[in-house]
């Protein structure tokens, strides 16, 4: 069985990061970009990070700039963005694509272990959230308008959950 932690990504430092990295974690997979309305809620993806990553949980964002053209930047770029505008300090990787022939893998397997509305797989806009527990299956996707501190209580869940067996 498939989990999040078979995939790899290019970091924003250029080098590959395998997920595995994040085993036995909970994970918050964003598809961000710099220049959208939902932009702000990096602070509430800061917060939600700080809150909860001494119980194992982890932010990951992924930059798209397939929605309104809001993600223009190179990878120092967005890493200057994130680090000045919102002292974002959760793990960031490099520019994918998330819808299409060329969405990066993992976002193949999240759109289709949790389809949107009425089993829409595509990505519809910047800051659509996946939510994945420790064993690395996709537990609940939220929508872009989705404040990062409503979910909390879900990822708060996710994190008393015992760590898989071995």
């Not at 909860?52 to 949980?57: E, H, T």
């Not at 976002?107 to 064993?135: A, H």
Request: proline share 7%; hydrophobic share 40%; charged share 20%.
């Amino acid at each position: 069985m498939t989990t999040l932690f078979d995939f790899s990504a290019r970091g924003l430092d250029g080098q590959e990061r395998p997920l595995s990295d994040f085993n036995g974690q909970v994970a918050l997979v964003v598809n961000v970009a710099s220049q959208c309305g939902f932009t702000p809620q990096y602070s509430g993806l800061e917060e939600l990070y700080r809150s909860y990553r001494d119980k194992g949980f982890a932010v990951l964002g992924f930059p798209c700039n397939q929605f309104g053209h809001q993600e223009p930047g190179d990878d120092a770029a967005i890493r200057s963005f994130c680090d000045m505008q919102y002292g974002v300090t959760f793990p960031m990787f490099a520019k994918i694509d998330v819808n299409g022939a060329d969405a990066h893998p993992l976002y193949r397997w999240l759109k289709e272990q949790k389809p949107g509305l009425l089993g829409t797989e595509g990505i519809k806009w910047n800051f659509t959230k996946f939510l994945v527990g420790r064993d690395g299956q996709v537990i609940k996707r939220y929508a872009p308008t989705d404040a990062p501190a409503s979910i909390a209580d879900d990822i708060a869940a996710a994190c008393a959950a015992p760590p898989p067996a071995a």
